[in-house]
């Protein structure tokens, strides 16, 4: 079997990684923590973890804002010899390490790009169950109301002041629910989180692969020859 090597890795190769095998070809704007992963050698993606869309992740588990992140992109190569859920596995512990306060770890799987979560539940995620929420569709565009927090201010998330700003089509758009998995660090805090998960949810035929941002494609050399530990 190929050596597998996960090490943090740069902006350039995060970037490669997430344009070719990421579902999303978008990279998210805020500062990330970026683990690249090598198979003998050879760039085969990245691991990104940061502070996701929530400006408010940390606060349902009554946590300090530093204290969690969100797992926002696998990015990783199709035909690799070692499994999405032990790179993510020795991503976490990576991740610990840079930043020993962190205290948990949010990730979605999307269900309306056929992801169920199976790879947080091969490596003991607890599982909280489905959320919605409205996205906006403004000049044909399907966006996060964050997004459109960040570019228009307070009026990006209100229907009649997008109308008469900037598109007056814009309309509301129920999504398909995203499944929100946490991954605890804090022993403690893991035994009083297990008392509110929920059964993990089960594969049905209409669920696609157990491969969340994965794109045909394949790896290929590390676009920079430069690692460096990034600073948030």
Not at 106 to 128: M, P, R
Not at 130 to 155: A, N
């Amino acid at each position: 079997m190929a050596a597998l090597k996960l090490d943090f890795c740069s902006h350039e190769a995060t970037c490669h990684a997430v344009i070719r095998w990421h579902y999303s070809r978008t990279m998210p704007a805020a500062k990330m923590v970026r683990v690249g992963v090598w198979e003998d050698g050879r760039f085969v993606g990245d691991i990104l973890y940061g502070c996701g869309a929530n400006r408010h992740l940390s606060r349902p588990f009554g946590l300090e804002p530093t204290e969690a992140c969100e797992l926002v992109r696998v990015a990783l190569a199709p035909g690799r010899e070692h499994p999405t859920s032990k790179c993510v596995a020795i991503s976490l512990k990576l991740l610990k390490r840079q930043s020993p306060g962190l205290r948990l770890v949010v990730s979605y799987a999307d269900t309306k790009e056929g992801h169920l979560g199976t790879i947080y539940q091969a490596t003991n995620w607890l599982f909280l169950g489905g959320s919605t929420q409205p996205y906006l569709k403004v000049r044909g565009k399907i966006e996060h109301p964050r997004s459109l927090y960040d570019r228009y201010g307070r009026g990006g998330q209100q229907i009649g002041w997008l109308r008469e700003h900037v598109d007056p089509r814009a309309e509301r758009v129920a999504m398909k629910p995203k499944l929100k998995y946490i991954y605890v660090f804090d022993p403690e805090l893991r035994r009083r989180l297990a008392a509110i998960a929920k059964p993990y949810p089960k594969r049905v035929e209409s669920i696609g692969s157990d491969a969340p941002g994965v794109q045909p494609g394949e790896g290929g050399a590390t676009p920079t020859s430069t690692l460096h530990t990034p600073h948030g």
